[in-house]
C-alpha cells in the first residue's frame, strides 16, 4: 500500500481562522465607533484643535504727492501685551521690561498685576525694541503684529495729510477724509495648523475691499518752500501765526497749504491743539482791502466803472451813515485803477454805493463767500455773511472794504485763482488720483467747475488793475523780477473782544495773487495773523509771495513774462560760461 | 491483486492531478490575491503620499509668505529711509551747511532760449 497523507489540523486552522475573524470583528466595531458613531463629537474636538482664527492686519494705503514722494506709509510693528493671571513672577517681569520700555517698573507692575485677562504693555513698538522683546521668553508675556502709520516727510504738509490714532483710523486731514478709502486695521480668516502651531493652510476669507493709495495734488518742492517762507515771514514780522495756499488756477488743486504752527504728525499727541488746527480753512478772519478785488470784479461785470474813470479821494475821509471811514493816505483824483493800486477805501466805498447791497451780495454768493467751497479736507468754516436785510445803513461802506464779512483763507485764494482763470470758480481739493494694489490707477479726479462768476473779459481787465497794484501801487514788495505779477495787498484791524472796537494795533496782512498776469500758472494768498513788527500787508506778507513765486516758476520751468527785463544767454555764449 | 493495484494506481494518478491542479489553481488565486492585495496598498500608499505632499505644500506656501511678508516689510522700510534721507530740510541744510551752496539771486539766473526747430523758417 502506498502511504497516505495524514489529514490536516483541521481544528488549528478552524481556530486560527476564528481568532482572526475575532480579531477583524474588533477592528471593524472600533471603527464603526470612531467613523460613525463618535465622528460628530471628534470631528469637532479635531477642529478645535487644528482650527484657528488668524489675524491678517492690511495695511493702510500710502498716501503720496502729485509725483509719487510718499508722505504717509505703513509699516508692520509689534506690540507686547500680558495675560497678567499668566505672568508667574510680575516683579522679575517688569524688572526686565521697564529697561526695554523705558516706562517706570510700577506701571509696568501695575498692569502685570491687573484684575484683567488682556493688558497692553507698549502698543507699536519700535523695530529695535521688539527685536530685544522678541528674545525674552517671559510667560504670559508676548508680541503680536500691528502697524504702524509712519511720517517720512516730518512736519511737511502736515496739516494736509493730518494722522491716525493708535487703531489706524484717520482723526485729522486727508487720513480723517479718505478713511474709509485708505482703510487698513485687522481682519480675520480662518487657517489650520499642526501640534507645533505651524499654519498649514489659510482660507483666503471673503474678499474686502483692499485698501486704495492716495495721489495728492500737493507738489513736495512747493509745500516745503511755502512752508519755509512762512516761517521766516512769521519770524521776521513777529507774528503770532500764518498761512500760506498755492492754487493751480486752472483746475483748483491745491499745490500747497502751509500754516504756522505747526506740528509732526508722528507726535500729534506731544503738539498742543492750536498748532494741529488746519487754520487755512477752520479760521476766518476780515480780509480788509484784499477783498476790494471782489468789489473791482463785481463792478466791472456789471459796467459800473471803468479802469480810467476817476474818483475823488475826499483828501483821505469818507462819511458813511455817520461813521467817519480813513484812508491810510489822503488821496485826491484817482483813477479806479488807482484807487485798487493805492488800496484807498474812500474810492472802494464810492464804487460799493454805486453798486448797491443785492447786486454786491449776488457777486459775494458768486464766489462762495458765507458758504464752504467744499474742499476735501474736514472742518472748514464757511464763514460769515449777512443777508443784505440785515445790513445797517454802514455795511455797503464796511463791506466795500472788506470789513463785516468774515472769510477763510481757502475761499479768498479760489476767488484769486478764478480772476485768474478768466472768471471760473473751480472747488478748491486735495485728491488728484486713487492708485489700487500694485499702483494701478482706480480714479483720477477731475476739476469740479462751481460757477462763471465774471466775464473772461472782466477778468482780464481786473487783471490789467491788479498787476498795476503791484508794479505801482502798495504791492511792490511783491514784485517778481522777470515775471507780471496780478495782486492786491490786505491790512485789516482785528476786532477787540474787550473793547467791542476795531483794534489799533492788532491787524492781519495779507497779499493775494497770481503769476505770471499772462497765463497764471499759481494763484498764492499770504497771511500774517497779527504781526508785531511790519503791520501792512504789502511789505510783511508781499516778500513772501515773492520768494515763493520766484522760486516755484523756476522750479516748474515757467518762463519769464514777455518783454520782462531778463538776463538771456544764446547757446554759443551759454556753452563758454560752462552752462550747457 | 493486480486490479486493485491498477486501481489504486490510477486512483493515486488522478488524486496526484487533481492536487496538481489544486495547486495550480491555489497558486492562481495566490497570485490574485498578492496583485489585488498590491494594487489597495499601492492605493493607499498613493493616499498618503498625496496627504503629505498637501502637508508639505501649504508648509512651503506658508513659509513664502512669511518670506514675502517679511521681504515687504524690508521694502517699505527701505522707503521709509529713503523717503527720510531725501527730505527737502535735510537735503537744504546739508546743501548750505556742507557744500555751502545759495539760493541763486534773480541776477544770477540766465534764461536760455530754445533753440529753433529745423525747418522752422526765421522767427
Known amino acids: 500500500m502506498l502511504p497516505v497523507a495524514p489529514p490536516a489540523p483541521r481544528g488549528r486552522a478552524i481556530a486560527l481562522f476564528f481568532l482572526l475573524l475575532a480579531f477583524l470583528a474588533l477592528v471593524v466595531g472600533r471603527l464603526f465607533a470612531l467613523q460613525i458613531r463618535d465622528h460628530q463629537r471628534l470631528s469637532q474636538k479635531a477642529t478645535q484643535q487644528y482650527e484657528r482664527r488668524l489675524s491678517v492686519t492690511a495695511k493702510r494705503g500710502a498716501i ?19 495675560h497678567p493671571s499668566a505672568v508667574r513672577d510680575p516683579r522679575a517681569a517688569a524688572a526686565a521690561l521697564a529697561p526695554i520700555l523705558g516706562q517706570s517698573r510700577g506701571e509696568i507692575l501695575r498692569r502685570l498685576t491687573a484684575d484683567k485677562p488682556f493688558v497692553w504693555l507698549q502698543r507699536k513698538l519700535p523695530a ?9 521668553t517671559i510667560p504670559g508675556i508676548g508680541l503680536v503684529p500691528e502697524t504702524r502709520r509712519s511720517y517720512p516727510r516730518g512736519e511737511l504738509a502736515a496739516h494736509l495729510v493730518g494722522f491716525v490714532g493708535l487703531d489706524d483710523a484717520g482723526l485729522e486731514g486727508v487720513e480723517y477724509q479718505y478713511d474709509a478709502l485708505l482703510g487698513g486695521g485687522p481682519r480675520f480668516v480662518t487657517g489650520r495648523v499642526d501640534a507645533l502651531g505651524r499654519v498649514l493652510f489659510r482660507d483666503e476669507g471673503p474678499p474686502t475691499p483692499a485698501p486704495a493709495h492716495l495721489v495728492l495734488t500737493v507738489d513736495e518742492v512747493i509745500q516745503y518752500v511755502a512752508e519755509r517762507e512762512l516761517q521766516r515771514a512769521v519770524a521776521k514780522a513777529q507774528a503770532q501765526a500764518g498761512s500760506i495756499l498755492v492754487l493751480e488756477p486752472g483746475t483748483g488743486e491745491i499745490l500747497a497749504l502751509a500754516n504756522f504752527p505747526t506740528f509732526d504728525p508722528n507726535a500729534f499727541a506731544q503738539a498742543p491743539a492750536g498748532s494741529r488746527r488746519n487754520r487755512a480753512l477752520t479760521d476766518t478772519y476780515e480780509p480788509g482791502s484784499v477783498f476790494k478785488v471782489v468789489l473791482a470784479a463785481a463792478a466791472l461785470e456789471e459796467g459800473l466803472v471803468r479802469p480810467e474813470e476817476l474818483f475823488f479821494g475826499e483828501n483821505g475821509a469818507i462819511e458813511v451813515a455817520g461813521v467817519k471811514i480813513r484812508d491810510h ?22 464804487v460799493g454805493q454805486r453798486l448797491g447791497r443785492s447786486t454786491y451780495y449776488s457777486y459775494l454768493n458768486g464766489f462762495s463767500f458765507g458758504a464752504r467751497t467744499g474742499v476735501d479736507l474736514p472742518g472748514e468754516a464757511p464763514g460769515l455773511l449777512r443777508r443784505p436785510r440785515e445790513w445797517s445803513a454802514v455795511s455797503i461802506g464796511a463791506l466795500s472794504i472788506g470789513q463785516e464779512v468774515s472769510v477763510t483763507s481757502v475761499q479768498l485764494v479760489a476767488t484769486l485763482a478764478a480772476v485768474a482763470n478768466g472768471g471760473r470758480l473751480y472747488r478748491p481739493h486735495v485728491l488728484k488720483a486713487v492708485r489700487g494694489e500694485g499702483g494701478a490707477l482706480a480714479r483720477e479726479i477731475s476739476p469740479q467747475l462751481i460757477r462763471q462768476v465774471i466775464s473772461p473779459e472782466t ?18 514788495a511783491a514784485a517778481v523780477p522777470g515775471y507780471t505779477v496780478a495782486g492786491k495787498t490786505g491790512t485789516a484791524q482785528k476786532l477787540d473782544r474787550e473793547t467791542g472796537l476795531y483794534s489799533r494795533t492788532k491787524v492781519v496782512a495779507s497779499f493775494a495773487g497770481f503769476v505770471p498776469a499772462e497765463a497764471p500758472r499759481l494763484a498764492i494768498l499770504v497771511v500774517l495773523d497779527e504781526p508785531a513788527l511790519d503791520r501792512w500787508g504789502g511789505s510783511s506778507a508781499g516778500p513772501a509771495f515773492r520768494e515763493i513765486a520766484r522760486e516755484v516758476l523756476g522750479y516748474l520751468n515757467v518762463p519769464p513774462s514777455p518783454g520782462r527785463r531778463v538776463q538771456v544767454a544764446r547757446r554759443a555764449d551759454a556753452g563758454a560760461q560752462g552752462l550747457n | 491483486m493486480a486490479r486493485s493495484l491498477g486501481g489504486t494506481l490510477a486512483r493515486s494518478q488522478e488524486i496526484r492531478t487533481r492536487a496538481r491542479a489544486r495547486r495550480a489553481f491555489l497558486r492562481l488565486d495566490l497570485w490574485r490575491a498578492v496583485v489585488v492585495l498590491g494594487l489597495l496598498c499601492l492605493g493607499i500608499l498613493f493616499y498618503v503620499w498625496q496627504h503629505i505632499q498637501v502637508l508639505r505644500l501649504g508648509y512651503a506656501l506658508e513659509g513664502l509668505r512669511a518670506q514675502r511678508a517679511t521681504l515687504l516689510q524690508e521694502n517699505r522700510t527701505l522707503t521709509l529711509e529713503m523717503a527720510r534721507l531725501t527730505a527737502l530740510s535735510r537735503v537744504e541744510a546739508i546743501a548750505r551747511a556742507r557744500l555751502e551752496m545759495e539760493t541763486p539771486r534773480p541776477g544770477q539766473v540766465i534764461v536760455l532760449p530754445e533753440p529753433a526747430q529745423p525747418g522752422a523758417g526765421p522767427r
Open chain 1, 64 to 82: 503720496t504727492d502729485r509725483h509719487g514722494r510718499e508722505l504717509a506709509v505703513s509699516l508692520e510693528a509689534q506690540s507686547l501685551y500680558a
Open chain 1, 128 to 136: 529695535r525694541q521688539a527685536e530685544v522683546l522678541a528674545g525674552l
Open chain 1, 329 to 350: 493816505e489822503r488821496h485826491g483824483w484817482l483813477t479806479f485803477s488807482q484807487v485798487m493800486a493805492q488800496s484807498s477805501n474812500v474810492g472802494a466805498i464810492k
Open chain 1, 459 to 476: 477778468a482780464r481787465r481786473l487783471t490789467a488793475i491788479l498787476v498795476e497794484a503791484v508794479e505801482r501801487g502798495t504791492g511792490k
